[in-house]
């Protein structure tokens, strides 16, 4: 089913729509090669309806600035509404939103997907849950349909500045392959 923007907007698939004050779908090149994909809208996503608008995307801007990242890309999240206080999406919660991602998906069909965090990389490539996401960030997965590479969510990389370089490396092997 291809989904439309109208239909996200009113979801009540699960409990989050009663404490959401937006439904944030995504924001970007709807015909991008390259799709990120991170873990959920944070307090200032749910403000302004847009992914990654906080300190999390202010990195992932000045990382883009400082590699020259020029692709044309579209952002999003695995939940489309904040949970309460950021806490972490539960599995009936994925389970729900996660048709929203795949339709994004089939609807861009990128050939490049960049989950960032353990929880958009496990929710992605299930096969690899149980490794740590340090064990599989920074490699190219082939799933058949799609290329999957995982990276750190940029907030983790806020929170341990000594992962800044690395972070800026693996961005810039994602940088290198999409060409
Ligand atoms: N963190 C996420 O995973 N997504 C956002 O949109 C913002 C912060």
């Known amino acids: 089913m291809i989904a439309t923007k109208e239909m996200l907007r009113c979801c009540r698939r699960c409990g989050l729509y ?3 004050r937006n439904v ?3 924001r970007g090149d709807p015909n991008a ?3 990120f994909v991170g873990e959920a809208p944070g307090e200032k996503e749910d403000e302004q309806g847009l992914p990654f608008v906080g300190r999390a995307g202010g990195l992932l801007d000045f990382v883009m ?3 020259s990242f020029e692709i044309p890309y579209y952002i999003t999240n695995i939940l489309k509404c904040r949970p309460p206080n950021n806490r972490n999406p539960d599995s009936g919660e994925i389970e729900r ?3 929203w991602l795949i339709s994004q998906l089939e609807i861009i069909s990128p050939s490049c997907v960049v989950t960032l965090g353990g929880i958009a990389a496990s929710v ?3 096969s690899l849950k149980a490794r740590r996401i340090s064990a599989i960030k920074g490699k190219f997965y082939n799933t058949g349909t799609t290329v999957i590479y995982p990276m750190w969510h940029p907030a983790y990389v806020l929170r341990n500045k000594s992962r800044l370089k690395e972070f800026i490396m693996d961005f810039h092997l994602l ?5």
């Open 33 to 35: 090669g390259v799709v």
């Open 175 to 179: 940088k290198v392959n999409l060409k």
């Open 65 to 67: 600035r400082e590699i």
């Open 24 to 26: 944030v779908i995504g």
């Open 124 to 126: 992605l490539l299930p």
């Open 18 to 20: 009663r404490t959401r």
């Open 97 to 99: 939103c996660l048709p």
